[in-house]
Protein backbone atom coordinates (compact mmCIF):
# COMPACT_ATOMS: atom_id res chain seq x y z
CA UNK A 1 0.00 0.00 0.00
CA UNK A 2 1.81 3.43 -1.06
CA UNK A 3 2.14 5.55 1.60
CA UNK A 4 3.44 9.94 0.78
CA UNK A 5 4.62 11.85 4.02
CA UNK A 6 2.95 15.20 3.65
CA UNK A 7 3.18 18.63 5.70
CA UNK A 8 0.59 19.25 8.69
CA UNK A 9 -0.64 22.51 6.39
CA UNK A 10 -1.74 20.00 3.52
CA UNK A 11 -4.07 18.04 6.28
CA UNK A 12 -8.07 18.33 5.66
CA UNK A 13 -11.06 16.01 6.29
CA UNK A 14 -10.70 12.79 4.67
CA UNK A 15 -7.49 11.98 4.34
CA UNK A 16 -6.12 8.61 6.10
CA UNK A 17 -3.31 9.35 8.08
CA UNK A 18 -0.21 7.81 10.76
CA UNK A 19 1.46 9.61 13.35
CA UNK A 20 4.98 8.94 13.75
CA UNK A 21 5.04 9.27 17.37
CA UNK A 22 4.44 6.92 20.48
CA UNK A 23 0.74 5.80 21.37
CA UNK A 24 1.02 7.52 24.74
CA UNK A 25 2.40 10.78 23.50
CA UNK A 26 -1.27 12.01 21.88
CA UNK A 27 -4.58 11.84 22.18
CA UNK A 28 -6.06 9.84 19.09
CA UNK A 29 -7.11 5.97 20.24
CA UNK A 30 -4.58 5.26 17.44
CA UNK A 31 -1.20 6.18 15.51
CA UNK A 32 -3.61 5.43 12.32
CA UNK A 33 -6.87 6.86 11.05
CA UNK A 34 -9.25 8.73 9.11
CA UNK A 35 -9.86 12.62 9.99
CA UNK A 36 -13.14 13.50 10.36
CA UNK A 37 -12.91 17.15 11.78
CA UNK A 38 -10.95 20.04 11.79
CA UNK A 39 -10.79 19.92 15.14
CA UNK A 40 -8.94 16.72 14.58
CA UNK A 41 -6.51 18.57 12.37
CA UNK A 42 -6.01 21.82 14.76
CA UNK A 43 -5.06 18.70 17.49
CA UNK A 44 -2.40 17.19 15.01
CA UNK A 45 -1.00 20.73 14.69
CA UNK A 46 -0.67 21.35 18.29
CA UNK A 47 1.26 18.29 19.02
CA UNK A 48 4.36 20.04 17.37
CA UNK A 49 5.29 17.78 14.45
CA UNK A 50 5.51 19.21 10.86
CA UNK A 51 4.80 16.26 9.06
CA UNK A 52 2.76 13.03 9.32
CA UNK A 53 2.26 9.80 6.44
CA UNK A 54 -0.53 9.88 4.41
CA UNK A 55 -2.62 6.84 2.38
CA UNK A 56 -4.21 7.28 -0.87
CA UNK A 57 -5.72 4.05 -1.04
CA UNK A 58 -7.71 4.46 2.34
CA UNK A 59 -8.37 8.09 2.07
CA UNK A 60 -11.63 9.81 0.76
CA UNK A 61 -9.69 12.57 -0.34
CA UNK A 62 -6.16 14.44 -1.75
CA UNK A 63 -4.07 16.55 0.43
CA UNK A 64 -4.15 20.35 0.26
CA UNK A 65 -1.60 21.94 -1.84
CA UNK A 66 1.10 23.35 0.24
CA UNK A 67 0.33 27.01 0.92
CA UNK A 68 1.59 29.49 3.07
CA UNK A 69 -0.15 30.37 6.05
CA UNK A 70 -2.08 33.59 6.46
CA UNK A 71 -1.22 35.30 9.92
CA UNK A 72 -4.05 35.27 12.41
CA UNK A 73 -5.42 38.05 13.74
CA UNK A 74 -4.61 37.85 18.00
CA UNK A 75 -8.14 37.65 19.23
CA UNK A 76 -9.49 34.76 16.62
CA UNK A 77 -5.96 33.02 17.02
CA UNK A 78 -6.74 33.18 21.04
CA UNK A 79 -9.99 32.08 20.38
CA UNK A 80 -9.00 29.07 17.96
CA UNK A 81 -6.48 27.87 20.44
CA UNK A 82 -8.31 28.32 23.64
CA UNK A 83 -11.21 25.90 21.48
CA UNK A 84 -8.21 23.66 20.24
CA UNK A 85 -7.46 23.37 24.03
CA UNK A 86 -10.62 21.93 25.27
CA UNK A 87 -10.72 19.42 22.60
CA UNK A 88 -7.53 18.15 22.93
CA UNK A 89 -8.45 18.05 26.74
CA UNK A 90 -11.26 16.33 26.17
CA UNK A 91 -9.72 13.63 23.95
CA UNK A 92 -7.00 12.93 26.11
CA UNK A 93 -9.23 12.39 29.02
CA UNK A 94 -11.47 10.44 26.53
CA UNK A 95 -8.54 8.29 25.97
CA UNK A 96 -7.70 8.07 29.79
CA UNK A 97 -11.07 6.71 30.17
CA UNK A 98 -11.00 3.70 27.27
CA UNK A 99 -7.46 3.19 29.29
CA UNK A 100 -9.27 2.22 32.55
CA UNK A 101 -11.56 0.26 30.91
CA UNK A 102 -9.00 -1.99 29.41
CA UNK A 103 -7.28 -2.18 31.76
CA UNK A 104 -10.50 -3.12 33.95
CA UNK A 105 -10.28 -6.12 31.10
CA UNK A 106 -6.56 -6.68 31.80
CA UNK A 107 -7.65 -7.81 35.60
CA UNK A 108 -10.95 -9.65 34.66
CA UNK A 109 -7.59 -11.98 32.40
CA UNK A 110 -5.76 -12.39 35.47
CA UNK A 111 -8.49 -13.42 37.14
CA UNK A 112 -10.50 -15.86 34.53
CA UNK A 113 -6.12 -17.18 34.25
CA UNK A 114 -6.14 -18.01 38.02
CA UNK A 115 -9.07 -19.50 37.72
CA UNK A 116 -8.62 -21.59 35.07
CA UNK A 117 -5.50 -22.82 36.07
CA UNK A 118 -7.20 -24.08 39.36
CA UNK A 119 -9.31 -25.68 37.45
CA UNK A 120 -6.50 -27.70 35.12
CA UNK A 121 -4.75 -28.59 38.55
CA UNK A 122 -8.27 -29.95 40.02
CA UNK A 123 -8.42 -32.01 37.00
CA UNK A 124 -5.46 -33.25 36.64
CA UNK A 125 -5.57 -34.27 40.35
CA UNK A 126 -9.15 -36.39 38.85
CA UNK A 127 -7.52 -37.65 36.70
CA UNK A 128 -4.88 -39.36 39.02
CA UNK A 129 -7.49 -40.69 40.92
CA UNK A 130 -9.77 -41.79 37.98
CA UNK A 131 -6.76 -43.98 37.00
CA UNK A 132 -6.12 -45.42 41.00
CA UNK A 133 -10.02 -45.88 40.15
CA UNK A 134 -11.00 -43.63 43.27
CA UNK A 135 -14.67 -43.00 43.28
CA UNK A 136 -14.14 -39.34 44.32
CA UNK A 137 -12.38 -38.42 40.66
CA UNK A 138 -15.68 -38.67 39.12
CA UNK A 139 -17.12 -35.96 41.82
CA UNK A 140 -14.58 -33.57 41.48
CA UNK A 141 -14.65 -33.90 37.38
CA UNK A 142 -18.45 -33.02 37.98
CA UNK A 143 -17.27 -29.99 39.61
CA UNK A 144 -15.05 -29.07 37.31
CA UNK A 145 -18.42 -29.31 34.80
CA UNK A 146 -21.02 -27.56 37.31
CA UNK A 147 -18.56 -24.48 37.06
CA UNK A 148 -18.91 -24.25 33.20
CA UNK A 149 -22.40 -24.86 33.28
CA UNK A 150 -23.42 -22.25 36.08
CA UNK A 151 -21.59 -19.63 33.60
CA UNK A 152 -23.15 -20.89 30.62
CA UNK A 153 -26.65 -21.02 32.23
CA UNK A 154 -26.69 -18.60 35.03
CA UNK A 155 -24.89 -15.71 33.78
CA UNK A 156 -25.62 -12.65 31.28
CA UNK A 157 -22.58 -11.22 29.26
CA UNK A 158 -20.43 -14.10 28.97
CA UNK A 159 -17.71 -13.89 26.71
CA UNK A 160 -14.90 -16.56 26.59
CA UNK A 161 -11.27 -15.01 27.45
CA UNK A 162 -7.67 -16.41 25.74
CA UNK A 163 -5.78 -18.10 28.58
CA UNK A 164 -2.10 -18.09 28.27
CA UNK A 165 -1.15 -21.42 29.76
CA UNK A 166 2.31 -22.37 29.30
CA UNK A 167 2.62 -25.09 31.54
CA UNK A 168 2.64 -28.28 29.21
CA UNK A 169 2.71 -30.37 32.42
CA UNK A 170 -0.80 -29.67 31.78
CA UNK A 171 -1.55 -29.33 28.39
CA UNK A 172 -3.37 -32.41 27.95
CA UNK A 173 -5.73 -31.25 30.94
CA UNK A 174 -6.35 -27.78 29.29
CA UNK A 175 -7.29 -29.76 25.86
CA UNK A 176 -9.94 -31.28 27.86
CA UNK A 177 -11.03 -28.46 29.32
CA UNK A 178 -11.25 -26.31 25.56
CA UNK A 179 -12.98 -29.38 24.24
CA UNK A 180 -15.70 -28.73 27.88
CA UNK A 181 -15.98 -25.81 27.06
CA UNK A 182 -16.81 -25.37 23.22
CA UNK A 183 -18.85 -28.70 23.63
CA UNK A 184 -20.99 -27.04 26.53
CA UNK A 185 -21.06 -23.83 24.52
CA UNK A 186 -22.67 -25.81 21.27
CA UNK A 187 -24.79 -27.76 23.61
CA UNK A 188 -26.56 -24.65 25.28
CA UNK A 189 -27.15 -22.81 21.15
CA UNK A 190 -28.84 -26.36 20.59
CA UNK A 191 -31.52 -26.37 23.61
CA UNK A 192 -30.05 -29.60 25.19
CA UNK A 193 -31.42 -29.75 28.78
CA UNK A 194 -29.28 -29.46 31.47
CA UNK A 195 -28.96 -32.97 32.42
CA UNK A 196 -27.74 -33.54 29.14
CA UNK A 197 -25.58 -30.35 29.22
CA UNK A 198 -24.11 -32.26 31.99
CA UNK A 199 -23.74 -35.43 30.40
CA UNK A 200 -21.49 -33.33 27.35
CA UNK A 201 -19.31 -31.96 29.72
CA UNK A 202 -18.49 -34.97 31.85
CA UNK A 203 -18.03 -36.64 28.31
CA UNK A 204 -16.01 -34.20 26.83
CA UNK A 205 -13.70 -33.90 29.99
CA UNK A 206 -13.10 -37.42 29.64
CA UNK A 207 -13.42 -38.32 25.68
CA UNK A 208 -9.39 -39.15 25.85
CA UNK A 209 -9.25 -40.67 29.43
CA UNK A 210 -8.53 -44.08 28.51
CA UNK A 211 -4.96 -42.72 26.89
CA UNK A 212 -3.92 -42.58 30.60
CA UNK A 213 -3.15 -46.36 30.34
CA UNK A 214 -1.36 -46.03 27.13
CA UNK A 215 2.50 -44.56 27.12
CA UNK A 216 2.90 -40.83 26.20
CA UNK A 217 5.08 -41.79 23.91
CA UNK A 218 2.73 -43.16 21.41
CA UNK A 219 -0.27 -41.30 21.34
CA UNK A 220 1.67 -38.57 20.97
CA UNK A 221 3.31 -39.60 17.81
CA UNK A 222 2.20 -38.45 14.82
CA UNK A 223 -0.17 -40.72 12.89
CA UNK A 224 1.97 -41.22 9.55
CA UNK A 225 5.25 -42.12 11.69
CA UNK A 226 3.30 -44.81 13.45
CA UNK A 227 3.96 -48.40 12.93
CA UNK A 228 0.88 -50.78 12.48
CA UNK A 229 0.72 -52.00 16.25
CA UNK A 230 1.34 -48.43 17.23
CA UNK A 231 -2.05 -47.23 15.47
CA UNK A 232 -3.78 -50.07 16.77
CA UNK A 233 -2.91 -50.18 20.62
CA UNK A 234 -3.57 -45.95 20.12
CA UNK A 235 -7.29 -46.80 18.80
CA UNK A 236 -7.86 -48.38 21.90
CA UNK A 237 -8.40 -45.07 23.86
CA UNK A 238 -11.81 -45.34 23.67
CA UNK A 239 -12.46 -49.01 24.59
CA UNK A 240 -9.99 -48.28 27.57
CA UNK A 241 -11.86 -45.36 28.57
CA UNK A 242 -15.05 -47.05 28.72
CA UNK A 243 -13.73 -49.68 31.00
CA UNK A 244 -11.82 -47.15 33.28
CA UNK A 245 -15.03 -45.57 33.86
CA UNK A 246 -17.41 -48.53 34.21
CA UNK A 247 -15.14 -49.91 36.89
CA UNK A 248 -15.58 -47.02 38.53
CA UNK A 249 -19.03 -45.97 38.56
CA UNK A 250 -21.95 -46.45 36.34
CA UNK A 251 -22.51 -43.02 34.30
CA UNK A 252 -25.57 -42.27 31.92
CA UNK A 253 -25.38 -44.01 28.45
CA UNK A 254 -24.29 -40.54 26.68
CA UNK A 255 -21.37 -40.34 28.31
CA UNK A 256 -20.38 -43.78 27.75
CA UNK A 257 -21.35 -42.68 23.98
CA UNK A 258 -19.14 -39.96 23.70
CA UNK A 259 -16.19 -41.87 24.86
CA UNK A 260 -16.78 -44.67 22.95
CA UNK A 261 -17.98 -42.40 19.60
CA UNK A 262 -15.68 -39.35 18.95
CA UNK A 263 -13.73 -40.93 16.74
CA UNK A 264 -16.33 -42.30 14.49
CA UNK A 265 -16.63 -40.11 10.83
CA UNK A 266 -19.99 -38.61 10.07
CA UNK A 267 -19.56 -40.87 6.59
CA UNK A 268 -17.95 -43.79 7.68
CA UNK A 269 -14.83 -45.40 8.43
CA UNK A 270 -13.79 -44.04 11.60
CA UNK A 271 -12.92 -46.28 14.92
CA UNK A 272 -13.81 -48.20 16.61
CA UNK A 273 -17.30 -49.22 15.26
CA UNK A 274 -17.18 -47.67 11.78
CA UNK A 275 -20.56 -46.04 12.59
CA UNK A 276 -21.62 -43.00 10.41
CA UNK A 277 -24.08 -40.51 10.80
CA UNK A 278 -27.58 -40.33 12.80
CA UNK A 279 -26.31 -43.58 14.03
CA UNK A 280 -23.55 -41.71 15.98
CA UNK A 281 -24.55 -39.92 18.95
CA UNK A 282 -25.13 -36.67 18.96
CA UNK A 283 -23.18 -35.40 21.80
CA UNK A 284 -20.42 -37.75 20.32
CA UNK A 285 -20.57 -35.70 17.00
CA UNK A 286 -20.52 -32.41 18.92
CA UNK A 287 -17.44 -33.71 21.12
CA UNK A 288 -15.57 -34.80 17.84
CA UNK A 289 -15.83 -31.47 16.22
CA UNK A 290 -14.41 -29.61 19.30
CA UNK A 291 -11.74 -32.19 19.33
CA UNK A 292 -10.57 -32.14 15.80
CA UNK A 293 -10.89 -28.06 16.10
CA UNK A 294 -8.56 -27.88 19.26
CA UNK A 295 -5.99 -30.40 18.32
CA UNK A 296 -5.80 -28.50 15.33
CA UNK A 297 -4.88 -25.33 17.41
CA UNK A 298 -2.98 -27.16 19.64
CA UNK A 299 -0.99 -29.41 17.81
CA UNK A 300 1.56 -31.88 19.96
CA UNK A 301 3.89 -30.52 17.89
CA UNK A 302 3.47 -26.48 18.42
CA UNK A 303 5.17 -26.06 15.21
CA UNK A 304 2.32 -27.84 13.22
CA UNK A 305 -0.46 -25.69 15.15
CA UNK A 306 -3.15 -23.46 12.88
CA UNK A 307 -4.47 -20.22 14.40
CA UNK A 308 -7.87 -20.68 15.21
CA UNK A 309 -9.24 -18.95 12.10
CA UNK A 310 -7.21 -21.21 10.15
CA UNK A 311 -8.21 -24.30 11.86
CA UNK A 312 -12.36 -23.11 10.82
CA UNK A 313 -11.06 -23.04 7.20
CA UNK A 314 -9.03 -26.00 7.26
CA UNK A 315 -12.39 -27.78 8.96
CA UNK A 316 -14.70 -26.20 6.13
CA UNK A 317 -12.32 -27.51 3.28
CA UNK A 318 -10.96 -30.66 4.52
CA UNK A 319 -13.47 -32.42 7.15
CA UNK A 320 -16.77 -32.60 5.00
CA UNK A 321 -15.78 -36.55 5.19
CA UNK A 322 -15.38 -36.54 8.82
CA UNK A 323 -17.84 -34.45 11.18
CA UNK A 324 -21.41 -33.05 10.99
CA UNK A 325 -21.58 -29.69 8.96
CA UNK A 326 -24.86 -28.58 10.62
CA UNK A 327 -22.95 -28.93 14.28
CA UNK A 328 -20.50 -27.25 12.66
CA UNK A 329 -22.47 -24.12 11.65
CA UNK A 330 -23.35 -24.11 15.41
CA UNK A 331 -19.67 -24.30 16.08
CA UNK A 332 -18.75 -21.08 13.90
CA UNK A 333 -21.79 -19.25 14.86
CA UNK A 334 -21.04 -19.50 18.90
CA UNK A 335 -17.22 -19.02 18.01
CA UNK A 336 -17.53 -16.56 15.23
CA UNK A 337 -14.91 -16.37 12.20
CA UNK A 338 -12.39 -15.05 14.69
CA UNK A 339 -12.09 -16.66 18.01
CA UNK A 340 -9.94 -16.10 20.72
CA UNK A 341 -6.28 -16.15 19.32
CA UNK A 342 -6.65 -15.16 16.14
CA UNK A 343 -5.00 -12.51 14.67
CA UNK A 344 -6.92 -9.73 12.67
CA UNK A 345 -6.37 -6.88 10.49
CA UNK A 346 -8.40 -3.89 11.37
CA UNK A 347 -9.91 -1.51 9.23
CA UNK A 348 -7.17 1.12 10.43
CA UNK A 349 -4.78 -1.46 9.01
CA UNK A 350 -3.14 -2.78 12.24
CA UNK A 351 -2.72 -6.17 13.20
CA UNK A 352 -4.28 -7.46 16.36
CA UNK A 353 -4.60 -10.71 18.58
CA UNK A 354 -8.73 -11.50 20.05
CA UNK A 355 -8.27 -11.83 23.78
CA UNK A 356 -11.83 -11.71 24.51
CA UNK A 357 -15.44 -12.65 22.68
CA UNK A 358 -18.77 -11.29 23.63
CA UNK A 359 -21.00 -14.05 22.67
CA UNK A 360 -23.68 -11.75 22.14
CA UNK A 361 -21.76 -9.98 19.88
CA UNK A 362 -18.83 -12.09 18.34
CA UNK A 363 -17.81 -9.66 15.54
CA UNK A 364 -16.83 -7.00 18.27
CA UNK A 365 -14.26 -8.35 20.46
CA UNK A 366 -11.47 -7.44 22.42
CA UNK A 367 -8.00 -7.40 21.21
CA UNK A 368 -3.97 -6.52 21.30
CA UNK A 369 -2.84 -4.20 19.15
CA UNK A 370 0.44 -4.64 17.08
CA UNK A 371 2.18 -1.64 17.75
CA UNK A 372 6.26 -1.47 17.27
CA UNK A 373 6.34 2.30 18.91
CA UNK A 374 4.57 0.43 21.75
CA UNK A 375 6.74 -1.71 24.38
CA UNK A 376 5.24 -5.33 24.86
CA UNK A 377 4.36 -5.16 28.21
CA UNK A 378 2.50 -2.12 27.79
CA UNK A 379 0.32 -3.33 24.73
CA UNK A 380 -2.58 -1.97 24.28
CA UNK A 381 -5.82 -3.43 24.13
CA UNK A 382 -8.91 -2.35 22.01
CA UNK A 383 -12.50 -3.05 22.58
CA UNK A 384 -13.92 -3.06 19.14
CA UNK A 385 -17.46 -3.02 20.86
CA UNK A 386 -16.43 0.70 22.13
CA UNK A 387 -14.97 1.91 18.28
CA UNK A 388 -17.89 1.45 15.81
CA UNK A 389 -15.63 2.96 13.59
CA UNK A 390 -13.08 0.42 13.52
CA UNK A 391 -13.72 -3.04 12.48
CA UNK A 392 -12.87 -6.54 11.82
CA UNK A 393 -11.69 -7.07 7.90
CA UNK A 394 -9.73 -10.42 7.94
CA UNK A 395 -8.18 -13.21 9.83
CA UNK A 396 -4.50 -13.19 9.14
CA UNK A 397 -2.90 -16.46 8.56
CA UNK A 398 0.22 -17.51 10.84
CA UNK A 399 2.17 -17.67 7.65
CA UNK A 400 1.78 -14.05 6.16
CA UNK A 401 3.25 -12.90 9.68
CA UNK A 402 6.51 -10.98 10.26
CA UNK A 403 8.23 -13.20 13.07
CA UNK A 404 8.58 -9.27 14.97
CA UNK A 405 4.80 -9.19 15.09
CA UNK A 406 4.05 -13.05 15.90
CA UNK A 407 7.08 -12.19 19.09
CA UNK A 408 5.09 -9.29 20.15
CA UNK A 409 1.36 -10.96 20.03
CA UNK A 410 2.90 -14.31 21.59
CA UNK A 411 1.37 -15.97 18.97
CA UNK A 412 2.84 -19.42 19.23
CA UNK A 413 1.27 -19.66 22.84
CA UNK A 414 -1.09 -22.92 22.92
CA UNK A 415 -4.73 -20.85 22.47
CA UNK A 416 -6.49 -21.90 25.38
CA UNK A 417 -9.94 -20.35 26.58
CA UNK A 418 -12.10 -20.06 29.78
CA UNK A 419 -15.52 -18.56 29.95
CA UNK A 420 -16.28 -15.29 32.84
CA UNK A 421 -19.20 -12.93 33.00
CA UNK A 422 -18.56 -8.98 32.75
CA UNK A 423 -20.97 -9.43 35.40
CA UNK A 424 -18.98 -10.97 38.14
CA UNK A 425 -16.82 -8.16 39.92
Known sequence: MQEKEIFVDQLQVGLFIKLNLPWFSHPFMFNSFKIKSEDQIDTIKSLGIQKVIYVPEKSATSPLSKIEKKP?????????????????????????????????????????????????????????????????????????????????????????????????????????????????????????????????????????????????????????????????????????????????????????????????????????????????????????????????????????????????????????????FKLFDIVVKVLGLYPPGTIVRLSNDMIAKVLTVRLDDLFRPCVMLYDPDVPKKEAALFDLKEHPDVHIVAGVSLNDLDIKVTRYLDVTNRVNYYMDSLDVK
Open 72 to 324: EISARSNKRQDKRDKVIQKEIKEKLKRIQELKNIKESLLVTHKRYASKLKQLNNSFRLLLAKDEKSLDNIQEVVADGLDLILSKSNLVIHLVAESNMDLEDYSHAMNVMILSLLVGKELGLSEEKLKSLGIGALCHDIGKLKIEKKYWRKPLGKMTKPERELVRLHPKYGVELLNSIRSVSKDIIDIIYQHHERFLGGGFPLGLKGENINKLSRIVAISNIYDRLCNAYDIQMSLSPFDALKFMFKRYDFVID
